[in-house]
């Protein structure tokens, strides 16, 4: 499962805007990267209600997730689990 690559086109700008505005995880589900978008949701939700800094992650997310699918739409394959430029 971790081995698996994502491929396919998918919107730079519509990851990033569903990243900011969605607790920084659907925009992850969007490319496929469900587990990423799992935990991105949890760190959200955790580190709101803990230490009140949730908005952290919906920002790295929408970056992280920007240049995910812009590798995406140059036809360059992402892993589950890849961070920003790095591709698989």
Same mark, same amino acid.
């Given at each position: 499962?971790?081995?698996?690559?994502?491929?396919?086109?998918?919107?730079?700008?519509?990851?990033?805007?569903?990243?900011?505005?969605?607790?920084?995880?659907? +925009? &992850?589900?969007?490319?496929? @990267?469900?587990?990423? %978008?799992? *935990?991105?949701?949890?760190? $959200?939700?955790?580190?709101?209600?803990?230490?009140?800094?949730?908005?952290?992650?919906?920002?790295?997310?929408?970056?992280? +997730? &920007?240049?995910?699918?812009? @590798?995406?739409?140059? %036809?360059? *394959?992402?892993?589950?689990? $890849?961070?920003?430029?790095?591709?698989?």
């Amino acid at each position: 499962m971790g081995d698996e690559q994502i491929t396919g086109e998918k919107s730079p700008i519509g990851v990033l805007f569903l990243n900011l505005c969605l607790l920084g995880c659907v +925009g &992850y589900f969007y490319m496929g @990267q469900w587990q990423k %978008g799992i *935990a991105a949701l949890a760190a $959200t939700l955790i580190l709101s209600a803990a230490v009140g800094i949730g908005l952290i992650v919906p920002i790295v997310a929408c970056i992280d +997730g &920007y240049m995910q699918a812009k @590798q995406m739409s140059e %036809g360059k *394959a992402v892993g589950h689990w $890849t961070f920003f430029s790095a591709t698989k």
